[in-house]
């Protein structure tokens, strides 16, 4: 589809951002909100995860002007999981352009689940939605490197610029998760099958198996998802990570994607794009205002946290966050035309 756009610039109208004591306190009426959800379940088909405590749970918020405020477990690192999928798709898109990954794997939800084989049948191999694994796998593979090790890297220093520090692997989960990912054995297989995956698809899968292994904590997530927010400078650093380009593209791939098949009531009731993670961190991103991060492993039926939806529901009503609230532009008491 062309429509002729690419050299016009974005017009940025997203309102002024919240105060940061309105910030401040309403993260903790969030929190108190939130915290006697019991419903949902730890993940546990990664062996490694099954022990995590579901007890746990932290919000944060980080603004555009590099201002950090949280509560409750911000600072208790768990894996990146499913979040790399968005950080990664946006590396990979500053490199190779937003053209070649929608025609290698396209930017739509297929509305099934995120480790769905059925997608790529359906689709003749095309993997439609680059936040489910068969759209995360085929953009792995896109990224830059002359081996298996050269890519992990050039992910590792993306991801950590994108947090404003240098992030770890977790070598326990890791080893848990490979050996565990049959599955995603399965789908790079058979998108090498189809053409869409031009180097060893088990070293894919053992690249994206470690992306998914990086430790990160709410704070963490929450810097990350600013980044996307301020046009690609991280709030902390000060870096410029992606272009303002690249943070539109991610963020509407997000919009449509983020929340695995659930992502079209998430955009309905939270009005924001965001993206979610097996151990329990949704990120959530306010353009030209702040990254929304929450943390609780309780997990629905889609994958998603309990906890932290509920939460980021309320900050983006109360913070003037939601991308789809409008009030009458007619305030003078005029009768409308």
């Known amino acids: ?97 937003d ?37 995360a796998l085929a953009t792995t593979a896109l990224v830059p490197g002359d081996s298996p090790d050269e890519q992990w890297e050039f992910i590792r220093k993306g991801l950590s610029r994108f947090a404003g520090k240098d992030l770890e692997l977790d070598e326990a989960v890791y080893r848990s998760e490979s050996a565990s990912n049959q599955r995603n054995q399965g789908i790079a297989r058979l998108l090498e099958g189809y053409g869409r995956i031009g180097s060893n698809p088990l070293d894919v899968v053992d690249v994206y198996t470690k992306q998914c292994s990086l430790l990160v904590t709410a704070t963490d997530i929450a810097v990350m998802g600013a980044t996307l927010a301020d046009g690609g400078i991280n709030p902390i650093t000060g870096a410029r990570v992606v272009s303002e380009t690249v943070c539109h593209d991610t963020l509407a791939v997000l919009a449509a994607s983020g929340l695995y098949q659930n992502s079209g009531e998430w955009l309905f009731r939270i009005g924001l794009p965001g993206k979610s993670g097996v151990t329990g961190g949704i990120v959530t991103i306010a353009p030209g205002k702040a990254g929304i991060a929450t943390f609780s492993p309780r997990l629905d039926a889609a ?7 509920r939460a980021t529901a309320y900050l983006s009503r109360r913070l003037g966050f939601d991308l ?9 008491g005029k009768s409308p035309r």
């Open 1 to 97: 589809m062309d429509l002729d756009v690419s050299a016009v610039p974005y017009t940025v109208a997203t309102g002024a951002p919240p105060s940061s004591d309105d910030v401040a306190e309403a993260i903790h009426v969030a929190y108190d909100r939130s915290l006697d959800l019991t419903d949902g379940a730890v993940a546990d088909y990664i062996p490694e995860l099954a022990d995590t405590s579901p007890d746990l749970f932290g919000i944060c918020v980080a603004e555009v002007d590099g201002t950090v405020q949280g509560v409750g477990d911000v600072d208790h690192p768990f894996t990146i999981q499913s979040i790399s999928k968005a950080f990664v798709w946006a590396l990979v898109c500053e490199e190779i352009g």
């Open 324 to 332: 789809f609230a409008s009030r009458p532009h007619n305030t003078s």
């Open 303 to 309: 994958g998603n946290s309990v906890r932290g939806q």
């Open 99 to 135: 053209e070649k990954l929608i025609d290698l794997i396209g930017v739509n939800n297929t509305g099934l689940a995120f480790d769905s084989v059925m997608s790529l049948e359906l689709n003749d191999g095309h993997p439609m939605n680059p936040m489910g694994n068969a759209g």
